[in-house]
């Protein structure tokens, strides 16, 4: 459901939102913790929001980075 709301989008809402964050925690857990593979927008999504500079922080203070 998702990877098809993201398709030829790089946000849920077409400009950031809460809902970007909330589907990032998912997929964190998904992803970094169960070791899942993402379906490809996901995917993206996720590198995205990676790449933000507040989810590096948050990651590295909660010691999840």
Known sequence: LMDKAL???DWL???YSFADSALFYVCFWWKARLQKDLPSNVAAHYARMNARPAVG???KAEGLA
């Open 13 to 15: 809402a077409g400009t």
């Open 57 to 59: 922080r948050t990651l």
């Open 7 to 9: 398709e030829g989008k």
